[in-house]
Each structure stands twice: as structure tokens, then as C-alpha cells.
């Protein structure tokens, strides 16, 4: 904005907080906009003036309907902090001659922290191309033979005004790469050559099936999930709690701030791992503008997974998305039962929708498995469904329940809640927290009997070991399953997690039943 000589101020104006005397915090920037805001409601009414905010490298100018112009600096916000940032690191230094190709689902934060990593690491050699916004450059940039990867990066050079890239520095980042099917296909050609690529792409799990090119040998894939809790905790500026849950999932000693961390797992089923919302809540501390970012989340999804262009029927795969609470909300087994989603529904017409949603990466399917000793594999029968499927974040999850969050963390109004709907988030929780510990999961049920009760969890470790995870949403627990499969299994240990606090039982043939509150489920990859 232009400089202009300083107004004079009254009292009047000076006490209405319309230009204030220190140099502003962020709290105060805050209350700056609702009362600019107020003014302008107030003001317009009567003489229909103009009020604008912008923004523009983090200040904000405002034009208040007195006339007044006041520009604040707005500290810039802390970077989320994202496991997969050393994934991205480890690359770089030790496999870049094979381009990365990240994936998930929409909304999970991989253009934002791609971009910030390749500032960080890269400096003025990082070269972005979003194949969103600059998608005629790109039919220029890719139009020729796709083997010619020396030209394809002279063309983006010259797009982009990025002049003396040095092959051994730069770092090219192809984003929403799918939308182009000719650059998908020239990562083949840059795997081996001078330069490092790093592609992103949504939906690529589905938008592939689709194209006449094969996918890309020579590249290196991996999938960037929603926060866990440990990162959601990092957001909050809770680094010394995460390392202590760390620290007391090992040793099983009782932690000092079991209940402040239960509270910060409450609203982390409230928030979810999806940045923006992170983002939103630790900014303003307020659930109810996280739930509105998770609303346009879910929105979003609704408009990916109707539209007509995926070769898939819409209208089933929204149906799939919405019997999810019901399905999940069961008080018996919780396995997926097609005749909950439409009436007479069949494996043969649900089935590709539901895979469509998986490929998608917005839900978790967990299989059932009847083996109780390694190598672990899914029961498979044509004519049924034995699988449960999960949302893929718990955020989005609770947003669908359509549940007040304050209504969920007053523990007076929580208990007057059901147990099934408690048990569904805890459940879709865990599978959530396990994926992200890059665990493969199964549940398990006995073959001979299906009233002896099943394991909500079960993994294999690389030791060939099976262990037994069950779940409880409360503090009132009983484990006479999961103490019984392991002995059958003969599993080292087994995991009870609920809302206790940590402890640790011997049963007769020496395994330990470790109990984790659970908080605690992101230390599962650290499991012994």
C-alpha cells in the first residue's frame, strides 16, 4: 500500500481500539479484525461505505470506514512439523538418482511441506511447477519426446526465470503430477539422470487406471498420511509430552500428566492429522472453526468421489461414505457389511466403488485373518464381506457424527454419550495411528467358533512374531480374549489400550499384557 501521511487520532478513536498504541500481538491483531469488523457492519449500514482486509506477505493493511489505514505485521506462523520431512532428507542425500513420488489423499499437507523442504534444502535451485494452475506451460514443457529429460528442464527453466541450474544443487517438483500423463511417464527417464525430481500427486491410486502410458518404473514411492497424535502434540507445542509418552511406553511406569494428555486426545479425535485443521486450532484455539475446515474437507471428498469422470458409480461410493458411522457404530463385530449400505446390496456392485475409496487413500480397510501364527494372510470368500473399513482420519470421522465438540469433551455431557459411539472413534483412532507406524494389520476371529470373541488388532512382526492389540474406549477393561490368543499364539506380548494409564501384567507363560493409554498408540512402532 501506498504511504500516506498519519491521520489524526481522537481519544475516542484511540479507547475503540482503531489503531493502537504498542506494537500489536497476535491476540491483538485478532481483536483489531472483530472490532474493524463490527464498525464496518455498523457504519455501511448508515452510508454504505467501504471497508477492505488484505493481505500481502503477511501484513495486513486495513481501510476502516472512518477513513483510517493502519498496517500490522503479523508474526509469521510455525511450520507444522511432518515426520515425513526426513523421508523427503533421507532421499535427497542417499537415493535422489530415483525420483520420489509422494501420494495420499487430498488435503494431507504434501504440496505445503514439499515446497517447504525444497526451499530449505535446495534454496534458489528448488523449481516448483504446479500442474494445477500452470497446466497450458506444462503441454509446452512435456510436448516433446518424454526420454528428453535435459529439454523438458530447459523449457521449465525458461518458464519459470530460473537461470544456471546446476544439476548436483537443483530440485525439480512436479505437483498434482497425474493431471499430465506425459510427465507422469518422464520420471522413468529422470531415474538414472543428472537431475532430482520430486513428484506429488492425489488420487493417483484411482486416476491411473485410466491412462494409456504404463505407470513409471525406476521411482521411488511413498504415501504421506494425516498427523498422528505425536505430530499433532509437536502443533501444540507439546514436544516435552511426546517424548515423555515415548519414554513411559517403554519403561510402563505411571506418567504425571496422564490426564492433561487424555484431554489432548480428546481433542485430537476432535481435530484429526489433516493440516489445515491442525493449523486452524493451535492459530485459534477454537474446535468449532476446525469442524467448519473438516466439513469443506469432507465436501471435497464428496465432489472427488461423485464425479463422473472416475468410471465408477458416485452414487454407491456416497452411500459407502455415509453408512461408514453406522457400520462402525455396530455393537457386534464391525466388519463391512454391504446390506447396510443400500438394500439387497451386493459384493458384485459395491465392490469397485469401495476399492475406488480406498485407492483414494480416504479410508482404511483392515481384513480379517483366522491364523493366529505367522505368516499372516486375509481370509478371502467371494460370497461375503470380511474386511472393516475405517475412515481415514479420525478428525474427518468425528466431523461426520455430526456431534457438538464441546459436547465430547465435558466429561458430564461425554457420559451421557454411547459406549458404541466411544468404542467407533477409539477404534478408527488405532487403525489410523497404526498405519501411520507403517504397521500391516489384520483382525482376527477364531474359524470354529465366532462367539469366543474377536482381537481388534493383530500384526506380524519381522521376527515372525504376532502380537495381539485390543481396544477399550473406556477405563472399565477385560482382556479374557486377548489373554487367551496369546497363549494360543504364543506372542511375547499383547497390548491392551484404553484410558488407563500405562502398566504391565505377567500371565502364566511369562508374556506381559502391557497396558497404554490411548495416547500412546503412535509408540507402537517401537513395540519389543
Known amino acids: 500500500a501506498k504511504r500516506r501521511r498519519p491521520p489524526i487520532v481522537t481519544d475516542l478513536q484511540r479507547s475503540a481500539f482503531l489503531l493502537p498504541r504498542r506494537p500489536p500481538t497476535v491476540a491483538s491483531c485478532r481483536l483489531y479484525t472483530i472490532i474493524c469488523k463490527i464498525v464496518y457492519i455498523v457504519y455501511t449500514k448508515k452510508h454504505k461505505n467501504v471497508y477492505s482486509v488484505y493481505m500481502k506477505k503477511h501484513k495486513i493493511v486495513y481501510t476502516t470506514p472512518l477513513g483510517l489505514e493502519q498496517t500490522m505485521t503479523i508474526p509469521t506462523p510455525r511450520p507444522l512439523k511432518r515426520k515425513f520431512s526426513e523421508r523427503i532428507e533421507n532421499w535427497l542425500h542417499t537415493d535422489a538418482i530415483h525420483p520420489l513420488l509422494v501420494m495420499g489423499a487430498r488435503r494431507t499437507g504434501k504440496t505445503y511441506l514439499i515446497n517447504q523442504m525444497g526451499r530449505q534444502l535446495a534454496g534458489d535451485q528448488f523449481v516448483s511447477l504446479d500442474f494445477q494452475t500452470d497446466l497450458a506451460a506444462v503441454e509446452r514443457i512435456f510436448g516433446g519426446p518424454t526420454d528428453d529429460v535435459d529439454g523438458i528442464v530447459r523449457r521449465l527453466a525458461e518458464y519459470k526465470g530460473a537461470e544456471n541450474l546446476d544439476p548436483s544443487c537443483a530440485l525439480l517438483f512436479f505437483d498434482e503430477v497425474q493431471l499430465d500423463e506425459r510427465a507422469l511417464n518422464s520420471l522413468r527417464f529422470f531415474a538414472g539422470s543428472r537431475w532430482r525430481v520430486i513428484a506429488s500427486g492425489s488420487l493417483l491410486g484411482v486416476t491411473t487406471r485410466q491412462r494409456k502410458l504404463p505407470f513409471p518404473s525406476g521411482v521411488r514411492q511413498a504415501t504421506l498420511l494425516p498427523m498422528d497424535f505425536e505430530e499433532f502434540l509437536w502443533a501444540m507445542g507439546e514436544d516435552a509430552m511426546a517424548r515423555a509418552i515415548r519414554e513411559h511406553a517403554t519403561s510402563l511406569e505411571p506418567y504425571m500428566l496422564h490426564d492433561r494428555a487424555l484431554d489432548l486426545y480428546h481433542r485430537y479425535l476432535i481435530v484429526g492429522g489433516m493440516p489445515l485443521p491442525v493449523r486452524q486450532y493451535r492459530d485459534t484455539q477454537s474446535l468449532e472453526a476446525a469442524s467448519e475446515e473438516l466439513a469443506e474437507i469432507e465436501s471435497t471428498y464428496v465432489a472427488d468421489m461423485t464425479d463422473v469422470e472416475n468410471g465408477i458409480s458416485g452414487i454407491s461410493a456416497k452411500r459407502i461414505w455415509d453408512s461408514l458411522p453406522k457400520q462402525l457404530l455396530r455393537s457386534s463385530t464391525k466388519k463391512f457389511k454391504y446390506s447396510e449400505v443400500v438394500r439387497g446390496g451386493r459384493r458384485a456392485r459395491l465392490l469397485e466403488p469401495l476399492e475406488w475409496l480406498a485407492a483414494a487413500g480416504i479410508v482404511n480397510i483392515n481384513d480379517l485373518t483366522r491364523d493366529s501364527q505367522a505368516p499372516l494372510a486375509p481370509y478371502n470368500d467371494e460370497e461375503g464381506s470380511f474386511f472393516k473399513v475405517y475412515v481415514a482420519d479420525t478428525g474427518v470421522m468425528f466431523s461426520k457424527f455430526g456431534i457438538a465438540p464441546s459436547l465430547f469433551l465435558i466429561p458430564e455431557l461425554q457420559a451421557s454419550l454411547s459406549s458404541d459411539f466411544r468404542g467407533a472413534l477409539a477404534e478408527n483412532y488405532v487403525m489410523q495411528a497404526l498405519k501411520a507406524a507403517g504397521l500391516k494389520t489384520f483382525y482376527w476371529m477364531p474359524e470354529e467358533n465366532a462367539q469366543r470373541g474377536e482381537i481388534d488388532f493383530i500384526y506380524q512382526t519381522k521376527m515372525a512374531e504376532v502380537i495381539p492389540v485390543e ?58
Request: proline share 3%; net charge positive; charged share 30%.
Open 471 to 528: 481396544v477399550k474406549s473406556a477405563r472399565n477393561v477385560s482382556a479374557k480374549t486377548l489373554s487367551r490368543f496369546m497363549k494360543e499364539s504364543r506372542a511375547p506380548f499383547g497390548v491392551r489400550l484404553s484410558e488407563n494409564e500405562f502398566g504391565c501384567t505377567k500371565l502364566e507363560n511369562g508374556a506381559e499384557l502391557r497396558s497404554l493409554p490411548l495416547y500412546a498408540a503412535f509408540c507402537m512402532d517401537e513395540m519389543e
